[in-house]
């Protein structure tokens, strides 16, 4: 079966791999859809400090119950879609002692440190499968890229109390401005591309800053009156970004950080102080609440679904897919990998 490898960096290409058979206590997965995560791109660039090579890409999945193991409970049926938790944790790091396995030191995901699943058929542990009779396949693989958003509203103990920023509205970043719009709380979502920021206003926004159109700063205090955001969702990974974040939360409010960024970052470290504010690193998602959450979300048909979905492709267009990515990502929020007709 065909299979998408990234084979290293600025390379991709198509190869023959075999079908898995599942083991004890797993299942057998054929996958319809896989959504490109921006992770996949900059591991392509070479932005991205954890990707292994080679390695087959994909870890947002919509798939089709096929095959058990043994040790499968009867509550895991054949013919039941699917999403997947990609992450393996290791279990004996600290942070996976005490509890938050999502940032556990040895992380692998799949597609970045082990293989994904880009390919036809994939084996997972049942524990890791998340069903839903409602959804879509498409709609399942978009389930993993909201719920790191999801979480990361979490990390900022967004409620309906606050003024919430999210800057940066590709898939993720609109994953954080759902939550946040479904927590309650008053939302501005900013970004430099106005077809992004026209997805965040179908999901219910307050308000839309386009930086390169006007003042991020003078609008921010107009929308607070003058007190900047409580709390200040950082989903792009630049220095500047990173820096607005810290700049433009209010005092006493919070930042979270989803974004890897790619060049170091030199801040006015007094603002720290001086607003007692709280900087929150956000990774991943929390399995056992943060996908039942999105998938609820989704099938209460909050989420423009087919807004967000830029371009369905099948396996060998992938390369191609790809490279024009990388030459030109904007206006791309999330690439569909179709292998429903391998």
Request: charged share 25%; glycine share 10%; with cysteine.
């Amino acid at each position: 079966m065909k299979a998408f490898f990234l084979t290293e960096i600025g390379k991709t290409e198509v190869r023959e791999i075999e079908k898995p058979s599942p083991k004890s206590g797993e299942v057998l997965l054929e996958v319809g859809k896989v959504g490109f995560c921006g992770g996949d791109l900059n591991g392509f660039k070479g932005l991205f400090p954890l990707q292994e090579y080679p390695n087959v890409l994909g870890h947002e999945v919509g798939a089709t119950i096929v095959a058990l193991g043994d040790e499968v409970p009867e509550s895991i049926q054949l013919g039941t879609r699917v999403t997947l938790y990609p992450y393996l944790a290791c279990g004996t790091c600290v942070a996976c002692r005490k509890g938050r396995p999502n940032a556990c030191k040895t992380n692998k995901t799949m597609g970045v440190r082990r293989p994904g699943a880009m390919t036809r058929y994939i084996t997972a542990p049942w524990q890791d499968v998340f069903p839903s009779d409602k959804l879509s396949l498409s709609e399942l693989a978009l389930v993993e890229p909201l719920t790191v958003g999801f979480h990361a509203a979490s990390r900022g103990r967004v409620s309906s109390e606050d003024r919430v920023a999210v800057i940066g509205c590709g898939i993720v970043g609109l994953g954080a401005v759902a939550s946040a719009v479904n927590k309650g709380a008053q939302v501005t979502a900013v970004d430099l591309d106005d077809s992004k920021l026209e997805i965040a206003r179908k999901i219910g926004v307050a308000n839309t800053i386009n930086p390169g159109k006007e003042d991020l700063h003078a609008r921010l205090q107009e929308i607070t009156n003058g007190d900047g955001p409580d709390v200040i969702i950082e989903a792009v990974g630049s220095p500047q970004t990173y820096r607005s974040a810290v700049e433009e939360v209010a005092f006493l409010g919070r930042v979270v950080c989803i974004g890897y960024a790619k060049a170091p970052v030199e801040f006015n470290t007094s603002l720290f102080v001086q607003k007692e504010i709280e900087i929150l690193g956000s990774r991943n998602c929390v399995g056992k609440s943060d996908f039942p959450e999105v998938i609820a979300y989704l099938e209460a048909g909050k989420f423009p679904v087919d807004a967000v979905i830029s371009k369905v492709i099948a396996i060998d267009e992938a390369p191609e897919t790809m490279d024009a990515w990388a030459k030109n990502p904007q206006g791309i929020i999330k690439i569909m990998l179709n292998l429903e007709d391998q």
